[in-house]
């Protein structure tokens, strides 16, 4: 009886899989440093004497009146600019379960479960919490979600290199992520619902998915046309953004005949750094400029409900990832790559702590008729992501030396022909090249010996 195939978790990922990985991230990256920048401007802002002026632009409301559009910058950047990063996650989740690392449900099976775990623990941290202290329980979801531009942003900071698989590890972390946290908006925070401007989005996706299933194309038309969508959606009392995130999963992720890239590919490449430089930073811009003092400070780790958010960031999130990866390697046919340890998974878990863009949105739905409770939310959002930040910082420096290391091995590529000499191990070509050399050495070798042999015999025979 054959043995049963072991998979490798964290194991080199395919060219194309590696090739794609590491352009979003480096998209993802750069959008993360503005995020942070844009970070730090609000709770400047929010903290100094502009903070009037800076309230001021964020309650500002404009917009038709009677299409119930009438909002504020702040419910714009919410509802509105963020609908262009989900979009892209709706595309990222849509291309992982086509062509990534979620298209093989045993191949998946791990980032799944510790993406679940990731989510489940966080949330059952803050019920703890909250509970044993008599808080509100509404907040549960604040600490669920992960933030991957932050979270880059953050290994840009600290200048550890990652090897590719822990990247595609963290990044299908973030894609489950954000398909959980866009199911919780959708069930837990949606209080009412208007079934007619629904069933017009609806019909409008309808719209969407058949002119794109034809081929059609021109932003003329879709552009207006996702605009339609979301404010129906708007309308309809359910959040918005699902509005992004259900187009986003319509696009075709698969290349036919005579192109180059598919549509969903062409569209991300044009519209993530759109959303990761420009649509995020605003806003987080106008989300978590929350004043910050040692009094407010103080109440983030005595409220029930704020401890809860940061125990759930920085211990629910850790446990419940790093746990998950084990219990799913434990019973199925993972085999940890031999290049790295369960060290670098706890890391990597840690990391998964940094709940910024999505839980300062969930912490505004959890808690619309109480400011000052959402305010302190969102600052103990800050400081768990914060913590969350330090720690995995702390963690993956104890593995720099082994990531600097096996980066420089990933990123070889001696014969200077653009593809890592790593990949070229294993295939026809490399074997072919590596033949030739030989031969060509076999000839050489031939050739001296058959020079030192004419030698000699010259040497020895008569004068």
């Known amino acids: 009886m054959a043995a049963p195939i072991r998979r490798k978790f964290l194991g080199r990922l395919s060219l194309p899989e590696r090739t794609f990985v590491t352009d979003a991230l480096r998209t993802e990256t750069v959008g993360g440093i503005i995020l942070l920048v844009a970070a ?8 100094t004497p502009l903070s009037g002026i800076y309230q001021d632009v964020r309650d500002f409301s404009f917009g038709p009146d009677a299409l119930h559009l009438r909002l504020s910058i702040d419910s714009w950047a919410a509802d509105g600019l963020l609908t262009i990063f989900f979009f892209v996650a709706g595309i990222e989740l849509k ?37 044993a202290g008599g808080g509100n329980l509404k907040g549960w979801a ?60 609806f019909a409008g ?5 058949t002119l794109h299933r034809k081929g059609i194309r021109g932003a003329y038309i879709y552009v207006p046309l996702a605009f339609v969508i979301w404010a129906l959606m708007h309308a309809s009392g359910v959040h918005a953004t699902i509005a992004g995130v259900a187009m986003g999963l319509m696009l075709r992720c698969t290349v036919r005949e005579g192109e180059e890239r598919s549509p969903a590919e062409r569209i991300e490449h044009r519209v993530r750094p759109l959303s990761a430089g420009l649509a995020v930073p605003l806003f987080a811009l106008f989300a978590a400029g929350v ?35 084990w219990l799913a390697a434990r019973f199925t046919k993972a085999e940890l790559n031999e290049d790295l340890a369960w060290a670098d998974v706890f890391a990597i878990a840690s990391l998964a702590g940094i709940g910024f863009t999505v839980s300062l949105l969930i912490g505004e739905l959890a808690f619309p008729a109480d400011p000052t409770l959402a305010a302190e939310v969102k600052a103990a959002v800050l400081i768990g992501s914060l913590l969350a930040a330090v720690v995995s910082g702390v963690l993956l420096k104890m593995r720099n030396n082994t990531y600097r290391q096996l980066c420089e091995e990933e990123e070889r590529d001696e014969d200077q022909d653009g593809i890592p000499d790593i990949y070229e191990l294993d295939s026809p070509a490399y074997h072919l090249r590596m033949a030739a050399i030989h031969e060509a ?8 010996a058959e020079v ?11 004068a």
């Open 40 to 47: 730090i401007a609000a709770l400047f802002l929010a903290n």
């Open 95 to 131: 291309r992982e379960l086509i062509a990534g690392e979620l298209r093989d449900r045993r191949a998946a099976a791990l980032p799944v479960m510790a993406a679940i775990c990731g989510m489940a623990m966080p949330a059952l941290v803050y019920v703890a919490v909250g509970a």
């Open 142 to 201: 604040v600490p669920t979600a992960t933030d991957i531009a932050f979270a880059l942003a953050v290994l840009a900071v600290i200048g550890t290199a990652l090897p590719a698989a822990l990247r595609a590890f963290l990044l299908t972390l973030a894609v489950v992520d954000d398909l959980g946290a866009i199911l919780i908006i959708a069930i837990f925070y949606t209080t009412h619902i208007d079934f007619v401007a629904l069933g017009l989005a």
């Open 205 to 209: 996706l309808v719209v969407f998915w």
């Open 291 to 325: 004043p910050v003092s040692g009094e407010a400070i103080g109440q983030v780790f005595s409220r029930p409900e704020t401890l809860g958010v940061v125990l759930g960031l920085v211990v629910g999130k850790t446990i419940g990832v790093f746990g998950g990866s």
């Open 441 to 448: 050495k076999a000839a050489e070798h031939r050739r001296l």
């Open 452 to 462: 030192a042999a004419a030698s000699d015999s010259g040497d020895d025979g008569p």
